[in-house]
């Protein structure tokens, strides 16, 4: 017989924002590391069925898994720090639960019982936190609750947490409960009221933290830990210090030499052993130790919340850490850029990404932004509307069609570039109705995309409904932009590059949701590669200029 699936669900107390999703990624490297088959789901409190429709303002990226899953942001974290894919099942919503309850109320299924929160909606949370442990392919699935204990939205999830752990049985699940233990620095002193009284409200829902996870500006004296210990009735050994770390990478190793891992492996029952972290700390000291140093803008309309952009900044950090360099990323507001202040802002830049995003506002800009760095031979990557606004800007600017656009920011352009997707002409539902997930992209063999990858076939994520208009197609390719990447099944053209440019790359995928520590993926790494060449030019020139 298969052994049990262990259960641990991680809680955040006294604030939001704490790191729950670090803290569980970091001990589910720490197992992985040991040999133990791990995963993480989250479970997010809101009504949204996903967080496909959220303004990026609201609630940072949307993540996209390769079947298709609009989640949160979170999960990037889970799949970079594992270096394996989630799914569907790795993230779940109050609508999600909710709609389940009510799709099946609705088909007669509860026999014309009352529907209520308990057992309905709690039985139906501990039925999707189930799904993947009763798969048979993990040891450990961790669970991480959204939002902060007390949050009225919240109550259903640790409600069915405390059944759970009754369902289960001694040893088989434990609850880790994030919080924070505050500075005052009036008072000099490490305070750990808002830490007792988290753990008492968790305690007034039927649920007993078996660890504490405490972040902290300061190292825990053992005095206070022992204060904790007692007041939170924990073991002493259970309150683990999280210290404010210089890069989320670190987090692994700081919860290692803390005994995270043994703690919870001790109390599930499980063997211990030390795990093998070699090949993410030579990540980490060719990250912290970079031999030269790139400056990359990042072209956005999201860029004051860097969430927006997650994974594109870690996949950068992924593939500086590959060529040894570190990335200085500068944060682009689309917005400001026009012709006057274009060179300004862009001249002494050695790579520029523009990224995805939606709507019209900042577009000109991005445009913009484009044609400088193809005029002067500055390396460019643009990715899904980023690789668009490369589209409309030879077309405008070569191919002299006045007005071209995307249909998305202009339905009357005379030159509609790129179009809505035929398959997205009669949605009218926005959520979980764009082209989604990973679909396959035949690469031109000899081009620029296909030495990047090293093959002529692969599998990206997607996210838009517009796309690439095949009837400018020829005109676009005579005039020496090249279409080297179609998906064979619809003709979509996945990738446009310039061969002549030292490397002019715009792909309608998302790179950056496939980036991870242990692989860091190989178009971010080409790119980052291109900068740094371009560097060493421009710096050997700009000496030569000098003498």
């Not at 002193?189 to 008492?200: A, G, I, M, R």
């Not at 890069?247 to 891992?261: A, F, R, S, W």
């Not at 850490?321 to 682009?332: F, G, H, K, L, Y």
């Not at 997607?462 to 095949?470: A, D, L, S, Y």
Request: charged share 25%; hydrophobic share 35%.
């Amino acid at each position: 017989m298969a052994a049990k699936t262990k259960y641990i669900f991680v809680t955040g107390g006294v604030t939001s924002s704490l790191g729950k999703g670090i803290i569980a990624a970091s001990l589910a490297k720490l197992l992985q590391a040991q040999g133990y088959r791990a995963t993480i789901q989250k479970l997010d409190p809101y009504i949204n069925v996903d967080p496909g429709t959220l303004n990026p303002y609201e609630h940072g990226e949307c993540y996209v898994t390769d079947d298709g899953a609009e989640t949160d942001l979170d999960l990037g974290h889970y799949e970079r720090f594992l270096d394996t894919p989630t799914s569907q099942s790795n993230n779940v919503t109050t609508g999600r639960i909710y709609q389940s309850v009510i799709n099946r109320e609705r088909r007669g299924e509860f026999l014309g019982k009352t529907v209520q929160v308990i057992p309905h909606i709690t039985d139906e949370i501990k039925r999707r936190i189930q799904i993947l442990g009763q798969s048979g392919e993990y040891d450990v699935v961790i669970t991480e609750i959204g939002g902060t204990v007390g949050d009225i939205e919240s109550l259903p999830y640790i409600e069915a947490v405390r059944q759970l752990k009754w369902d289960l049985g001694e040893n088989n699940a434990l609850v880790i409960h994030l919080t924070l233990i505050p500075f005052l620095s009036a008072a000099a002193e490490l305070k750990t009221k808002p830490t007792q009284h988290s753990v008492k409200t968790l305690m007034e829902s039927g649920v007993q933290a078996d660890i504490l996870v405490c972040r902290t500006e300061h190292e825990l004296p053992e005095d206070l830990r022992r204060k904790l210990a007692l007041f939170c009735n924990v073991r002493e050994e259970a309150v683990i210090q999280a210290i404010d770390a210089s890069t989320i990478y670190d987090v692994p190793n700081l919860m290692l030499e803390q005994g995270l891992d043994t703690v919870v492996l001790k109390r599930l029952k499980l063997k211990s052993s030390t795990p093998d972290l070699t090949q993410w700390n030579a990540f980490l000291d060719r990250h912290k130790n970079p031999k030269s140093e790139v400056n990359i803008g990042l072209i956005g309309k999201y860029v004051e919340l860097q969430d927006s952009y997650k994974s594109i900044i870690e996949s950068f950090i992924h593939a500086g850490a590959a060529n040894e360099v570190r990335v200085n990323i500068e944060s682009i507001h689309s917005e400001h850029i026009n012709p006057k202040e274009v060179a300004m802002r862009l001249s002494h830049l050695d790579g520029v990404l523009v990224a995805p995003g939606f709507g019209e506002r900042g577009i000109e800009g991005k445009i913009e932004a484009v044609k400088y760095v193809r005029e002067h031979n500055i390396p460019f990557l643009g990715i899904c509307l980023g690789m668009q606004m490369a589209v409309i800007e030879f077309a405008r600017n070569v191919l002299g069609l006045q007005n071209a656009n995307s249909t998305e920011m202009d339905e009357n352009t005379p030159h509609p570039v790129i179009d809505l997707m035929e398959s997205q002409k009669n949605v009218t539902d926005k959520g979980g109705t764009m082209r989604l997930g990973s679909w396959s992209c035949d690469l031109q063999p000899g081009s620029k995309i296909a030495q990047v990858y090293a093959t002529n076939h692969i599998n990206e994520r997607h996210r838009h409904r517009f796309e690439f208009n095949n009837a400018y197609k020829e005109n676009f390719e005579s005039s020496g932009l090249k279409a080297t990447g179609i998906n064979a099944e619809t003709g979509l053209v996945e990738v446009v590059e310039l061969p002549e440019h030292p490397f002019f790359i715009g792909v309608q995928y998302h790179p950056e949701y496939k980036s991870t520590v242990a692989s860091p993926h190989p178009l971010f790494v080409e790119f980052v590669k291109s900068a740094h060449h371009y560097s060493k030019i421009s710096n050997n020139a700009s000496m030569s200029y000098q003498k």
